[in-house]
């Protein structure tokens, strides 16, 4: 089976067919590899996979569109605002989602075992992301407090720590883009996403420690387990966090594979403009 | 480490004393930044006036300002003459080094402060209460901004965008610090100095843990900066 999936990669990418030719070594491949079974040869595999989380994540979006707008009944308070409901939470989980695995990613660049440069790839992947997706909470959020609360925009600590978290991780991006070794960026980085990250905690817990408009997590009480939502508005609710979280999923893949590409483009380019000016030599040469 | 922190601070401090630049033009640039809040919010003065009222959070945000202007002096001194590379060889010990550069930066930062509050109560006509906790907010408001400040000074010297770089990094971090200082001086000012204490705690907290995180961090930093 592996022989075949090499065959289909070599043949249907011309690009990575040069992969096991004469490359320059880079320390990312070089690095130990924290999944490493076979992930040369997996790649194929891997491929097909993440175009399965995508397909679901379509799938499952637009089933959660179908289900929010036209399935699931009114709200008794809130009438047809509570539709709000179906994306708002989910896309403020994923935000989390976001800088917790770029705080995490962080965390293993530095820590000298796990020291790969995986690691900040992903952390970057992640936290780029995560800025789309605080965007996105912060436009639904101001959408529903429009009509509840009367107003786009409230001082709440809550809405006020999430507008700080979209600032800060843009502050983290540029960082991010400082030139310099790749070793240096990823360390200054990696140390840059974790001061950064001091604001996820008071964000999350911002609700539960003032007492504020943005009212705390509903759907289940914590101490009790007992849910205050059923039927078909739990299940949609449901599928309306795991479908973002596999959009979540997908696109950080498919942002990291763009970080290794073009990685592999610096290294391939000045690989190719080393050879066109030894043929230009030669041709003079001759 | 305290003495390695005590060297650079000396320099950075003996630096000042010579140069005058924090003292010419950083205090200057505060007391601009607080004459045009006058501008903007009116000329109207008085117990019960905007300029009044918002006294405690127009300190601070001009303060901030100050910072961000110190904060680029303290590591523009390093950039020249190869500095940063002496700093780096001597074999001072980093932790030493990053809090040797926050305290004198501190320090000015506390002078000014003092400028500023008398130029805050006699500009907009706000009587001064409460002395010890204002002092209280001010000395661990100012640690929580130095520390933040030479973090992200230290970060923002390896860019090419440095000027541009700092304030969009320094800003954001230090949100917290400005609003607890608010809400301390606020309740300071207002004559119920028992509403800030709590703000103290915050303040407190969050010096320390910005302290902690650049011991820590800083020795990375500086060698790739």
């Excluded at chain 1, 993440?50 to 089933?63: D, M």
């Excluded at chain 1, 001091?198 to 007492?211: E, G, M, N, Q, T």
């Excluded at chain 2, 904060?71 to 700093?87: H, M, N, W, Y």
């Amino acid at each position: 089976m592996s022989l075949t999936t090499t065959t289909t990669e070599s043949g249907t990418t011309p690009a990575r067919a040069g992969r096991t030719g004469g490359e320059p070594p880079s320390t990312e491949r070089a690095a130990p590899k924290p999944h490493a079974s076979g992930r040369g040869r997996a790649r194929p595999l891997a491929d097909v996979a993440l175009s399965a989380v995508g397909a679901c994540a379509l799938v499952g979006v637009a089933v959660t569109v179908w289900l929010g707008l036209w399935v699931t009944p009114p709200d008794r308070f809130m009438g047809n605002l509570v539709r709000l409901l179906y994306i708002h939470p989910s896309i403020a989980w994923v935000m989390y989602i976001c800088y917790g695995v770029a705080f995490l990613s962080s965390l293993a660049f530095l820590w000298p075992r796990t020291r790969s440069l995986r690691f900040d790839k992903l952390a970057g992947a992640s936290s780029e992301v995560g800025v789309v997706f605080t965007g996105l909470t912060l436009v639904t959020g101001s959408i529903w407090g429009r009509p509840t609360w009367g107003t786009w925009w409230t001082w709440d600590p809550l809405l006020t720590t999430t507008a700080l978290l979209f600032v800060l991780y843009l502050g983290y991006l540029t960082v991010r883009r400082i030139p310099g070794e790749p070793e240096v960026c990823a360390r200054r980085s990696a140390i840059a996403a974790l001061v950064a990250f001091v604001d996820v905690p008071i964000c999350y817990f911002s609700v539960l420690w003032w007492r504020s408009l943005h009212q705390a997590p509903s759907i289940a009480d914590p101490v009790t387990g007992k849910t205050y939502i059923h039927g078909s508005m739990a299940w949609t609710l449901l599928l309306s966090f795991v479908s973002f979280t596999l959009v979540y999923v997908w696109l950080v893949a498919r942002r990291y594979r763009l970080f290794v590409l073009a990685e592999r483009e610096d290294d391939e380019g000045l690989a190719q403009a080393l050879a066109e000016r030894r043929a230009e030599s030669s041709q003079v040469r001759a | 480490m305290w003495r390695d922190a005590l060297l650079v601070a000396g320099k950075d401090l003996r630096i000042e004393a010579r140069s005058k630049v924090a003292i010419g033009q950083v205090v200057p640039f505060a007391l601009v930044v607080v004459l045009l809040f006058g501008l903007a919010l009116g000329p109207a003065v008085g117990r019960g006036s905007v300029l009044s009222q918002a006294a405690p959070g127009l300190f601070w945000v001009a303060v901030l300002l100050a910072t961000v202007l110190a904060v680029q002096r303290s590591f523009a001194i390093e950039a020249l003459d190869g500095a940063s590379d002496g700093l780096r060889l001597s074999g001072l010990d980093p932790a030493g080094i990053f809090v040797g550069k926050a305290a004198a930066l501190g320090s000015q930062l506390l002078v000014l402060e003092v400028v500023l509050t008398g130029a805050v109560a006699l500009l907009y006509d706000r009587h001064l209460a409460g002395g010890l906790l204002l002092a209280g907010s001010c000395v661990a408001a100012t640690a929580g901004l130095v520390a933040v400040g030479t973090i992200y000074g230290v970060v923002s010297s390896g860019a090419r965008q440095r000027e541009t770089l700092l304030p969009l990094l320094f800003f954001p971090m230090v949100a917290p610090i400005l609003l607890a200082a608010t809400k301390s001086w606020d309740a300071a000012l207002a004559g119920t100095p028992g509403r800030g204490i709590g703000w103290l705690d915050v303040l407190a907290v969050f010096a320390v843990a910005y302290l902690a995180m650049g011991t820590v961090a800083f020795g990375p930093l500086l060698e790739d900066a």
